[in-house]
RNA sequence: GCAGCUGUAGCUCAACUGGAUAGAGCAUCUGACUACGGAUCAGAAGGUUUGGGGUUCGAAUCCCUACAGCUGCGCCA
């Protein structure tokens, strides 16, 4: 690794140094705005080039000067440097740029070389990261929901780790608070041990429906709820151990779903491991002036701000109690004082913005300067455009949509490829099933609430799991025919078609994706990019053949086959997507 | 009432954050082949980007406004 030769910058950041050198020499050089960068983009279009800057049409407002011709002396100054052709004007005046074929060649011979990169800079600037995604209550099933907070977290993690930064994922599970009043109260009077001992999960939630059935019915047994709570609360011992042996149940019931999604966290820290820390917490609030009591409880009020002037945060009821922003706040000074969180993401859904706007901005208050965000995401809708239920008007669980998955998968395997062995065809079952439901997820933009249908995820065409982990397939299958690897010492790398140096163009861009993706948390930009791979490979195994060929032209479209297989199987891999070598 | 998010082809979604002719997939129609996995490729058709104003060389994107859907708004999490 270390003896290889440093990877050159993308295509884009050469360009736009290039750029910049010749900005530096034109005749109005002086009169550059000081905060002005020139862009440089992949053209959408191949017969604008390949990459393309507005720098000239931005430069003649400023310069108020006609835009085709402070492109023109912007050209007159390009040096190229056998990176592309003379630059051309277009249009109002974008300034197109199309690589050269030794440009591209050079490119390609450095991505072969960095199996593990494949190009993708480290961050210059890293970071620690608290990543808060998933967070399930405890005594309830993961259901829908879950989902997008789980994956996309998950996905933001591995590419956020990808690029140099410190992650330090973190389950903040809802193990504390006012529901266990509602789960002591049925665990003593309604539990079936024998039921809990074979299979704990669904015996707690049937348990917590049927109390929160009967609490509807009759205020006395509400009220027993609440007394159970305050005794847990204060340190019963009864109730503290139910409530143990009820937090240990339902973690090894959500771990085995995380175990399937291939979803791991560093830590735990359920909101109970905050409870010490929630009237210091208070107390140092109101003694430094940011909260005060009203009307009995404890708030913080944003009258400064016009959004929040009429919303204040209440983090202390007026019984004494604390809620749920007193234990976020907690969370925050744990994450920045002994995790040395420099940035703490929340991938939580829509619905909470309000909440996290209060928090942060406490936060700030209090001098604490991290990145905070707010990952925020929209529902998941069933065909009927409203929330999913089953079809007994529940709630749909994670653990039963992961297993239909597996098995949609299966049946389509056993249609395309009946003779694979039994365990392959299980394996590669759970690869596309689980693949599916992530895949769905993360191409899409995540604030649209979005609609759940089996058989779009499901689909081998289109934008879709199945569909990408079908074109990595193929550049498996064309080596399982040759009958080797990859040598990248059989020969040298010669471009001569068109679909060929469109391709190659496109893996390179592997580099100027993934660090893109954090900017604005879309991992569907990713998702984008993979799919346009695979539609390129595909046209490119139609237009050249591979192994009807020989010498260097088959040694370069095998290197070609061999370095999509490696983008494909590693961006999907950033987004938790595992591939197959068959299908 | 106030606030936030969303509104793009018949359907499901994109659009690199202000760039060129708004792109894909389904569905519809037409082509290509002993095909290295056809689970493919090429092409056609489909749009007043919810309506209306504005900002500028240029707007789906920014501002104002109206409409529609979803969500939230002092003692749940």
């Not at 998955?405 to 689980?434: Q, T």
Request: with cysteine; glycine share 8%.
């Amino acid at each position: 690794m270390s003896s290889d030769p440093p990877m050159p910058a993308t295509f884009a950041a050469s360009i736009a140094a290039s750029l910049r050198s010749a900005l530096a020499n034109t005749p109005f050089a002086a009169e550059i705005p000081p905060g002005f960068t020139a862009q440089v983009d992949a053209t959408q279009n191949r017969q604008f080039g390949d990459y393309q800057s507005n720098a000239a049409m931005i430069l003649a407002k400023a310069l108020k000067k006609n835009p085709r011709e402070v492109a023109a002396a912007i050209v007159g100054a390009f040096a190229a440097e056998g990176l592309c052709e003379k630059p051309e004007i277009a249009g109002p005046g974008f300034i197109n740029f199309r690589l050269t074929t030794s440009a591209l060649t050079t490119r390609f011979g450095a991505l072969l070389a960095d199996e593990a990169r494949l190009g993708v800079a480290l961050t210059d600037t890293p970071k620690t990261i608290v990543l808060d995604f998933s967070a399930p209550n405890v005594a309830k099933p993961m259901h829908v929901g879950h989902i997008r907070s789980t994956i996309l977290g998950d996905g933001l993690g591995r590419i956020a780790k990808f690029l140099g930064h410190r992650v330090i994922s973190d389950n903040h599970i809802g193990d504390w608070g006012t529901q266990f009043g509602m789960i002591l109260w049925g665990w003593k009077h309604l539990l079936d041990e024998a039921a809990l001992e074979a299979d704990p999960i669904p015996e707690l939630l049937r348990v917590y429906r049927e109390v929160n059935a009967r609490t509807k019915e009759d205020e006395s047994i509400l009220e027993a709820c609440k007394s159970e709570l305050v005794a847990l609360q204060g340190g019963d011992a009864g109730n503290l151990a139910i409530w143990e042996r009820c937090v240990e149940l339902s973690k090894s019931g959500l771990q085995k779903i995380y175990d399937l999604l291939e979803v791991s966290f560093d830590h735990w820290y359920g909101e109970s491991y905050y409870n010490d820390r929630l009237a210091p917490l208070v107390d140092d609030l109101l003694a430094s002036g940011i909260a005060e009591v009203s009307e009995g409880a404890v708030c913080v009020f944003f009258r400064d701000d016009e959004k929040l002037a009429d919303k204040p945060a209440i983090i202390r009821k007026s019984d004494g109690g604390f809620l749920y922003a007193t234990t976020d706040l907690a969370t925050i000074d744990f994450r920045i004082q002994e995790l040395g969180a420099d940035a703490i993401w929340y991938v939580v859904g829509a619905p909470q913005q309000l909440h996290f706007e209060q928090i942060f901005t406490i936060a700030k208050r209090r001098g604490q300067d991290a990145d905070f965000r707010h990952i925020a995401f929209g529902s998941i809708l069933g065909k009927d455009r409203k929330m999913l239920k089953t079809r007994s008007g529940d709630t749909v669980q994670l653990a039963d949509v992961l297993a239909e998955s597996i098995e949609r998968a299966r049946a389509i395997i056993e249609e395309k490829n009946p003779e694979l062995p039994e365990e392959e065809k299980a394996a590669i079952a759970r690869v596309i099933g689980i693949g599916s439901v992530k895949y769905a997820e993360l191409s899409q933009f995540r604030m649209t609430d979005y609609i759940f249908d089996w058989d779009t995820m499901l689909s081998l065409k289109g934008n879709t799991a199945p569909y990408l982990i079908n074109a990595y397939v193929r550049t498996r299958a064309i080596f399982r025919k040759l009958g080797s690897g990859f040598g990248s010492s059989s020969g040298e790398l010669v471009l001569t078609e068109e679909a060929e140096k469109e391709l190659l163009l496109k893996l390179a861009q592997y580099a100027e994706i993934v660090p893109t993706i954090l900017e604005d948390f879309r991992p569907n930009a990713l998702a984008a990019y993979l799919y346009e791979v695979a539609t390129t490979y595909h046209q490119f195994w139609e237009a050249c053949p591979v192994l009807k060929v020989e010498g260097d032209i088959r040694h370069t479209r095998l290197a070609l086959c061999e370095l999509t297989g490696r983008v494909l199987r590693h961006g999907l891999g950033l987004l938790g997507i595992g591939t197959t070598e068959r299908m």
